[in-house]
């Protein structure tokens, strides 16, 4: 009977486990002047709340405070003539984010909608992608759009 209620125990906290979200930094990165862009999904177990990732972005990486790095990336440098601009969002879903790895391949392809909460579908090509953006009516909104990703995005189990 204990080992029953052990049991059961440790298929409750696993449930517990995975209706969990977690504060993740959403990065865009936008070649200036093309409808090309880039997007990560980063991860701290340091930061616990919205907030905390907002301050992060607010002082860290837009303004002049230095010191908390949480979220490790580098933007590489490009040639002449080449501008990103980049986007910070912070958002907190239950999705299962695969590991970023500035190596790979952007070989996936997700459309972003963050208006009203975050959604992530995938889609098989960039092209697949914008001719879905163009049949939304709300299609110029900045919170609407197709990025590259090298991670993998599935649903919490």
């Given amino acids: 009977m204990l080992f029953k209620g052990v049991l059961l125990g440790l298929l409750m906290s696993q449930c517990t486990f995975a209706a969990e979200t977690e504060i993740h930094l959403l990065g865009r990165f936008t070649y200036k002047g093309t409808p090309v862009s880039q997007a990560v999904i980063l991860t701290d177990k340091r930061v616990t709340g919205l907030e905390q990732c907002r301050d992060f972005v607010r002082y860290q990486v837009r303004g002049t405070e230095r010191g908390k790095n949480y979220y490790r990336h580098y933007i590489r440098a490009q040639r002449k003539g080449i501008n990103i601009v980049t986007h910070y969002t912070c958002i907190e879903t239950s999705l299962q ?38 049949k939304d009516p709300d299609k110029h909104s900045r919170k609407l759009y197709c990025a590259k990703m090298n991670q993998t995005l599935s649903p919490a189990e």
């Fill in 97 to 134: 984010v695969s590991r970023w790895n500035a190596h790979d391949f952007y070989d996936k392809v997700y459309l972003v909608d963050l208006r009203n909460g975050q959604r992530f579908t995938r889609y098989a090509d960039t092209n697949s992608c914008w001719a879905a953006i163009r």
